[in-house]
């Protein structure tokens, strides 16, 4: 898949703007140009048009199979095509977690010590089992870093999921990279630990083990595809933010599940680079593990999934007014396993910041790049895992 690196042209701007109303906010994503962020695609109130912009009624269930219900329907229309319009809720852009919220537990694996961050769902025994959200933190940080960073925990508690972060052992997790400066290799294991915390929050906190998704955020994401590959069969979905497939990983990742997958990244990015980098790269000094582009990441978990070839593209925020001139953009493979999805966000002109966090800071800037604020990352990282709930 070529990278596309600049503005889309006028006349395929003034194309976007007249196609907007089919297009706007398939699977959650935000434009947030002018108008204040919206927070959540109510998929219940998905308003379906024909390429024409004809009204649509949801489908009718069919006759030869089991009901479908409405919301049901509106899903398969949104994932299968992005001539849609979807009615989002009210309100601003999601507030970040709150660790009033969250509450820490230990679990033993291994003959080591370890904790998490959980936010049991208000009611949980009272209704049907939860969706389980494994949220991932990024190298150097910890759990109640990350837990502060995303719009995650708010987001479960409106739409009744449950929210668990796990904590890495000195921050770093065993994702089967070459340690940075040629190390001794991890003997964490780190996709142990996670099903155990897995099977935990199912048995105490009434999460559903067919709707298991996990996210990670650079080092996180990486551990995400590490598990991916080993335990993936644990999964209902995943998304990796800031992060592209170790080549290690790539050969040797058994893949036991076929996955919906959501890649996001920036292009700007210094520490994960776009295009990929060689084993042996040496930057800032230390010596770096091979890593596959963003493009032939988002290739290779899409042909996992078995996702047709053929994608669709679109714009999915105007260009910034600053001198940055950034922009997001959606590309999606459909017919996947299931009727599912993939999709890759590719961030132009951002780096290595989670998407609707802002840095001001111009000597943060010099270190993680530019930051991409016109999108909130949580929404779209659940907006995807809905997707896969109302098959």
């Known amino acids: 898949m070529s990278q596309t690196t600049g503005r889309p042209s006028q006349a395929t701007g003034r194309l976007q703007r007249g196609m907007a109303a089919l297009v706007m906010a398939l699977l959650g994503t935000l434009a947030l140009a002018m108008a204040p962020a919206q927070a959540i695609v109510d998929v219940s109130a998905v ?201 290690a990983l790539a050969r040797n990742c058994k893949s036991p599940r076929p996955l919906p997958w959501l890649a996001v990244n920036g292009t700007e990015d210094p520490a994960v680079p776009f295009r990929g980098q060689v084993d042996g790269t040496v930057r800032r000094g230390e010596i770096q593990a091979g890593l596959r582009s963003a493009d032939d990441t988002f290739r290779f978990w899409a042909d996992r999934a078995g996702c047709a070839a053929p994608t669709a593209r679109e714009a999915i925020t105007e260009q910034g007014a600053d001198e940055r001139h950034r922009w997001a953009e959606r ?31 111009r000597l943060a800037e010099r270190a993680v790049g530019p930051a991409a604020p016109e999108i909130d990352g949580g929404t779209l990282v659940w907006m995807h895992f809905k997707a896969t709930l109302l098959k």
């Not at 590309?331 to 009727?339: A, E, K, L, P, Y």
Request: hydrophobic share 40%.
């Open 47 to 247: 308003t379906l048009v024909d390429p024409d912009a004809n009204l649509l009624s949801p489908a009718p269930p069919a006759a030869s199979g089991p009901a479908r219900t409405s919301a049901g329907a509106a899903s398969n229309a949104l994932l299968a095509t992005s001539m849609m319009r979807a009615r989002t809720s009210s309100g601003a852009m999601p507030e970040r977690g709150s660790l009033a919220t969250a509450k820490r537990r230990h679990i033993a694996v291994g003959g080591l010590d370890r904790s998490y961050l959980v936010q049991p769902a208000p009611g949980a025994r009272g209704a049907g089992r939860l969706p389980v959200v494994v949220l991932l933190h990024g190298g150097t940080q910890s759990a109640e870093d990350i837990w502060r960073e995303t719009s995650l925990p708010t987001l479960g508690a409106r739409e009744g999921f449950l929210v668990v972060a796990p904590e890495a052992l000195d921050r770093h997790w065993n994702d089967v990279r070459t340690p940075i400066g040629g190390g001794p290799a991890s003997t964490i294991d780190d996709v142990r630990f996670l099903k155990a915390v897995i099977a935990e929050v199912i048995a105490q906190d009434h999460g559903d083990p067919s709707a298991v998704f996990m996210v990670g955020s650079a080092h996180g994401g990486f551990m995400t595809m590490r598990f991916a590959c080993d335990a993936g069969e644990a999964l209902r979905a995943a998304a990796s933010l800031l992060s592209t497939m170790p080549d």
């Open 331 to 361: 590309i999606v493979r459909s017919n996947c396993v299931s009727g599912q999805v993939s999709q890759q966000v590719v961030l132009h002109g951002s780096g290595h910041v989670i998407p609707g966090l802002a840095t001001d800071n």
